[in-house]
């Protein structure tokens, strides 16, 4: 594989890598830690609802083997896209770590939304999306298949803010850097 760097300047694959598969990372244990309190409501939502896995039969580790498989293409997606917001283009670049760090805004936003649908859920008895979209009227299902469903919805519009917060917050290090280089007092806000 040639340089990064010689397509892009200052950057590396080592880089990209550690943003990438950090964020992915991270994504994956958001994803474990959130199976873990899910599968023990309603166990059926991963043990009937799901495709089998085998050699599992603990409820911890499967809860963790279902968010590998479910966290590979939004966490790698997540990670190429806060790459480019976070370091690539003419502005001051994030560290990886930075970036990295910052999904854990992302995860507090979605497990907040999803925590507030399932008392809603678990209180009323109701489910909040279509029939369709739940397996069966349990209320352990309904519960389990509305916090899920909130959280890949929220989960996809918090990282959408997360991206254009990384972006902004470049932009006005930028502005606080050139307002630095002219000794005036910088007027930028981050997100």
């Given at each position: 594989m040639s340089s990064f760097n010689s397509?892009?300047?200052?950057?590396s694959w080592?880089?990209?890598?550690?943003?990438?598969?950090g964020v992915w990372l991270a994504v994956w244990l958001y994803a474990a830690l959130h199976n873990q309190y899910l599968i023990r409501i309603a166990p059926e939502h991963f043990t009937v609802w799901h495709y089998k896995m085998p050699f599992f039969t603990s409820y911890t580790m499967l809860g963790i083997a279902y968010a590998f498989a479910a966290s590979i293409s939004p966490g790698v997606m997540l990670g190429v896209f806060l790459y480019i917001a976070g370091r690539l283009f003419n502005r001051p670049k994030l560290t990886p770590t930075q970036i990295i760090l910052s999904t854990a805004w992302v995860w507090v936003a979605v497990e907040v939304?999803?925590?507030?649908?399932?008392v809603i859920v678990w209180r009323t008895g109701k489910?909040?999306?279509?029939?369709?979209?739940?397996?069966?009227?349990?209320?352990?299902?309904?519960?389990?298949?509305?916090?899920?469903?909130?959280?890949?919805?929220?989960?996809?519009?918090?990282?959408?803010i997360l991206i254009a917060c990384t972006w902004q917050k470049r932009r006005s290090l930028t502005e606080k850097g050139v307002a630095e280089?002219?000794?005036?007092?910088?007027?930028?806000?981050?997100?």
């Amino acid at each position: 594989m040639s340089s990064f760097n010689s397509q892009v300047s200052g950057e590396s694959w080592t880089t990209f890598s550690k943003v990438v598969i950090g964020v992915w990372l991270a994504v994956w244990l958001y994803a474990a830690l959130h199976n873990q309190y899910l599968i023990r409501i309603a166990p059926e939502h991963f043990t009937v609802w799901h495709y089998k896995m085998p050699f599992f039969t603990s409820y911890t580790m499967l809860g963790i083997a279902y968010a590998f498989a479910a966290s590979i293409s939004p966490g790698v997606m997540l990670g190429v896209f806060l790459y480019i917001a976070g370091r690539l283009f003419n502005r001051p670049k994030l560290t990886p770590t930075q970036i990295i760090l910052s999904t854990a805004w992302v995860w507090v936003a979605v497990e907040v939304s999803a925590g507030i649908v399932g008392v809603i859920v678990w209180r009323t008895g109701k489910s909040l999306y279509p029939d369709c979209v739940y397996p069966d009227d349990s209320l352990g299902l309904l519960i389990t298949q509305s916090i899920q469903i909130t959280a890949y919805l929220t989960g996809a519009m918090f990282s959408c803010i997360l991206i254009a917060c990384t972006w902004q917050k470049r932009r006005s290090l930028t502005e606080k850097g050139v307002a630095e280089a002219r000794n005036e007092p910088s007027d930028c806000t981050q997100c």
